[in-house]
């Protein structure tokens, strides 16, 4: 219904702003050229009182220089590890950064969400939308080909944020990008996420070693506490002695949610307190559950909140992770001149 642009404030290569979507319910969604980052995210909860349900910060150089936990991040060109931090594509190796340990977590020291974006596209209609657009040159982060990326936030009138990402390069490379928002139903600065109740529609996970790099093996849920098949709140089981959790130092794994990659519902999460229900959906194969397990209140966002472990739960749709080593997964690979096409939605309504 409407879009509001301001001054969000200083980073190092000029002013960063704020865009801020509305529709007619009334809720909104503050997205930055900074990282193209999803900043504030104001849900109506089951009194009617708006909650924003997204962890962040107050100024675009926090984004900029502090977020190594990634919140509200555009994550590209490819989310989650790659092993080893190399890859083959054509016959030609790829060195990347080793960011996280020996392997390459979200593309390394110098990831999208880091960078100034240009706004290339607005459309102040009924579904407010803003497009960013970013070049990534041939080699940029260790990846071949030059890049447009775009990623388009839509907020629709029926409470839904959709995540669009339209990416092309001139030779063949990889796309597998996400948004690394980390979701607390409650309001952002509320405590841990502990009491919310998830439901991931996935028969099987990746099954992955203490680095958190897939075996290539797809473990059955049925079980385990992993199995997310009905709702199950986060803290039910997270502590139990599973091995996967015991790597994971909780749920940070990668689900199997649609092999078919049809557009459909993979997850919903809800929070009793608030009433808030959140619904996923993609058409992507994997998606990561990540509770926030790394997380250590040593950072100050929003009002001065510093976020400590567990108070927020990322949903990222993705490819699964190293999937370009492990030929058995489905790839990520994008042909020169090809679009990557790829939508996330995250809708929201009171139960
Ligand atoms: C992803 C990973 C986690 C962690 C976070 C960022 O979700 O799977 O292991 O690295 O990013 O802190």
Redesign the pocket.
């Known amino acids: 219904m409407s879009i509001t642009i301001s001054e969000f404030g200083k980073v190092s290569t000029g002013i960063a702003k704020l865009y801020v979507m509305k529709n007619q319910a009334g809720m909104t969604a503050a997205v930055s050229d900074m990282g193209a980052v999803l900043v504030n995210l104001y849900v109506p909860d089951k009194d009617g009182n708006m909650r924003d349900v997204v962890l962040g910060y107050d100024e675009p150089s926090s984004y900029e220089e502090i977020n190594s936990?990634?919140l509200g991040s555009t994550i590209g060109r490819n989310g989650?590890r790659i092993g080893g931090a190399r890859f083959t594509l054509n016959g030609a190796e790829y060195t990347l950064d080793q960011n996280?340990g020996r392997n390459n977590?979200?593309s390394g020291v110098n990831g999208y969400e880091k960078r100034m974006w240009k706004v290339a596209d607005m459309d102040d209609s009924d579904t407010p939308s803003v497009t960013f657009e970013l070049e990534s040159p041939h080699m940029d982060q260790g990846y071949p080909g030059n890049a447009t990326v775009k990623v388009t936030y839509a907020l629709t009138a029926d409470n839904k944020l959709s995540i669009h990402y339209d990416a092309v390069s001139d030779q063949d490379t990889i796309f597998n990008m996400t948004n690394?928002s980390y979701f607390n139903l409650n309001g952002a600065a509320s405590g841990t996420i502990l009491d919310h109740q998830v439901q991931i529609l996935a028969d099987k996970f990746t099954w992955a070693d203490e680095e958190?790099i897939p075996t290539g093996e797809l473990v059955d849920v049925e079980g385990t506490p992993m199995d997310f098949r009905e709702f199950h709140a986060i803290g039910e089981r997270i502590e139990e002695d599973y091995q996967a959790l015991k790597f994971g130092g909780g749920y940070?794994h990668n689900y199997v949610v649609n092999p078919g990659r049809e557009t459909k519902t993979v997850a919903r999460m809800k929070s009793p307190e608030s009433g808030i229900l959140m619904e996923v959906t993609s058409d992507l194969p994997g998606m990561?559950l990540?509770t926030g397990n790394?997380l250590e209140g040593d950072k100050v966002g929003k009002n001065g909140c510093r976020y400590g472990k567990r108070t927020g739960c990322?949903f990222?749709t993705q490819f699964h992770p190293d999937a370009i080593n492990h030929p058995e997964f489905e790839q990520p690979v994008c042909k020169a001149g090809e679009h990557y096409l790829t939508t996330t939605t995250y809708g929201f309504r009171v139960e």
């Open positions: 936990i990634y989650n996280d977590l979200h690394h958190s940070d990561q990540y790394f990322c990222e």
